[in-house]
C-alpha cells in the first residue's frame, strides 16, 4: 500500500475559505479554478482541485468533495441534481460530471425550451474515473472502481470493477 501524502499547490492556490459551504484543513485549490454557487460546494480536508476546474454548486443543488480526493485540471462538476465524490477519489484532468438534461417534450421543439430532469450522481470511496470521462445523470460509480479514460458512463458500475468504452461497460474486477 502506497504512502499518503498531503496534494500541495502548483501556484499560488486559492483560499476560499469563508465563501463555500466547507473547506477542510489542508485543501488545495490552483489558480483559475471557477466556483458558481460556492455556499453549495463542500470540499474535503486535505482534496486537491486542479488549474482551471469548473465547479458548479447550481442554486438548489450541492457538490461534495471527499477528503483526501484529488480532482484534475480542467474536469467540470455540475451539482444541480446533487453530486456526491467519496473519500480518496481521483477525478482525472477534463473529466465532466452532469447532473442533469433537458427532458422530453414536444417534437420540434427547441432542447434548450424542455424541462431540465435532474438526478443525484455519486462516486464512491477510493474509486478513479480516468481523464475525459464523462458520468451522465442518475450515475453511480461504486467503491474502489475504476472507469477508464473517455468512457461515458451512464447507469450503475459495481464497486471494485473496471469499466471502459461508450458507453462505458464492466471489463473485469479489479
Known amino acids: 500500500m502506497g504512502t499518503r501524502r498531503g496534494y500541495s499547490s502548483r501556484g499560488t492556490g486559492l483560499d476560499w475559505r469563508g465563501r463555500l459551504g466547507a473547506v477542510g484543513d489542508g485543501a488545495v485549490i490552483e489558480?483559475?479554478?471557477?466556483?458558481?454557487?460556492?455556499?453549495?460546494v463542500?470540499?474535503?480536508a486535505?482534496?486537491?482541485?486542479?488549474?482551471?476546474a469548473i465547479i458548479d454548486g447550481y442554486h438548489e443543488g450541492s457538490v461534495a468533495?471527499?477528503?483526501?480526493s484529488w480532482i484534475g485540471p480542467m474536469a467540470f462538476l455540475h451539482?444541480?441534481?446533487g453530486l456526491r465524490i467519496g473519500r480518496r477519489v481521483g477525478i482525472g484532468p477534463r473529466v465532466t460530471i452532469l447532473t442533469s438534461e433537458h427532458g422530453p417534450g414536444e417534437p420540434g421543439s427547441a432542447v434548450l425550451d424542455l424541462p431540465l430532469a435532474l438526478a443525484k450522481v455519486v462516486v464512491g470511496d477510493g474509486a478513479d474515473v480516468g481523464a475525459g470521462a464523462v458520468i451522465l445523470p442518475?450515475?453511480?460509480?461504486g467503491e474502489g472502481a475504476i472507469v477508464g479514460a473517455g468512457a461515458v458512463v451512464r447507469g450503475a458500475i459495481p464497486a471494485g470493477s473496471v469499466a471502459v468504452g461508450v458507453p462505458a461497460r464492466v471489463l473485469r474486477a479489479r
Do not use: K, L, M
Not at 489558480?31 to 453549495?40: A, C, K, L, S
Not at 486535505?46 to 482551471?52: C, E, M, N, P, S
Not at 442518475?138 to 460509480?141: D, H, I, N, Q, T
Open 31 to 40: 489558480d483559475g479554478v471557477r466556483i458558481f454557487h460556492p455556499e453549495n
Open 42 to 44: 463542500r470540499i474535503g
Open 46 to 52: 486535505g482534496a486537491y482541485v486542479g488549474h482551471d
Open 65 to 68: 468533495i471527499g477528503d483526501g
Open 79 to 81: 451539482g444541480a441534481g
Open 138 to 141: 442518475g450515475a453511480a460509480v
